[in-house]
T-cell receptor, first 115, second 116 residues
Framework: GENVEQHPSTLSVQEGDSAVIKCTYSDSASNYFPWYKQELGKRPQLIIDIRSNVGEKKDQRIAVTLNKTAKHFSLHITETQPEDSAVYFCAASIRGGTSYGKLTFGQGTILTVHP | ETGVTQTPRHLVMGMTNKKSLKCEQHLGHNAMYWYKQSAKKPLELMFVYNFKEQTENNSVPSRFSPECPNSSHLFLHLHTLQPEDSALYLC???????????????FGPGTRLTVT
């Protein structure tokens, strides 16, 4: 089955700096890669996702890049703010056809943004 | 109530008890999921239901028994649990497959389970 590795496990940055979280996956058939943010005591929420037919996707201060050949994808947060502090999870999935719902998550990264 | 709701939010049970967790989604989705989130492991998928049919059982011990009576409700029946089963149990739903699929999984707030 799919295996997703996420690094680093903790990341501490100063407000205004950039943060990068990296994930690798094992199943070359995976074609959908979402990122979830989980604030302390709250539920995980989707912040951005990318499908294997594109190499990069941006949404304001966050961006995700995908390298299918190397089987890795990364989350980039620019101009970090204290409210970006949370646990971030990457995930991989095979989507399309009759495939349903199975997301394999990475171990999570605790991001702390210091004011 | 909107989104995905879960009850109870907190549950303490002994190893010989039988209890059930409930999840309800108000989003019109056709797929529902149970995840286990513990301090030492990432989000672990337990079960997937699509159109009320179980499509995934991720090698979960039989002391966890899911039930999906319709596409809006999902239960997790618990019996003879072990202390290591203490964790946050998250339910999620999505509109998966076919027309209008978005893939995004919407999570509920979770049930914090403590097994004593």
């Amino acid at each position: 089955g799919e295996n997703v590795e996420q690094h680093p496990s903790t990341l501490s940055v100063q407000e205004g700096d950039s943060a990068v979280i990296k994930c690798t996956y094992s199943d070359s058939a995976s074609n959908y890669f979402p990122w979830y943010k989980q604030e302390l005591g709250k539920r995980p929420q989707l912040i951005i996702d990318i499908r294997s037919n594109v190499g990069e996707k941006k949404d304001q201060r966050i961006a995700v890049t995908l390298n299918k050949t190397a089987k890795h994808f990364s989350l980039h947060i620019t101009e970090t703010q204290p409210e970006d502090s949370a646990v971030y999870f990457c995930a991989a999935s095979i989507r399309g056809g009759t495939s349903y719902g199975k997301l394999t998550f990475g171990q999570g990264t605790i991001l702390t943004v210091h004011p | 109530e909107t989104g995905v709701t879960q009850t109870p939010r907190h549950l303490v049970m002994g190893m010989t008890n039988k209890k059930s967790l409930k999840c309800e989604q108000h989003l019109g989705h056709n797929a529902m999921y149970w995840y286990k989130q513990s301090a030492k492991k990432p989000l672990e998928l337990m079960f997937v239901y699509n159109f009320k049919e179980q499509t995934e059982n991720n090698s979960v011990p039989s002391r966890f028994s899911p039930e999906c009576p319709n596409s809006s409700h999902l239960f997790l029946h618990l019996h003879t649990l072990q202390p290591e089963d203490s964790a946050l149990y998250l339910c999620a739903s999505s509109q998966d497959g076919g027309q209008g699929r978005t893939y995004e999984q919407y999570f509920g707030p979770g049930t914090r389970l403590t097994v004593t």
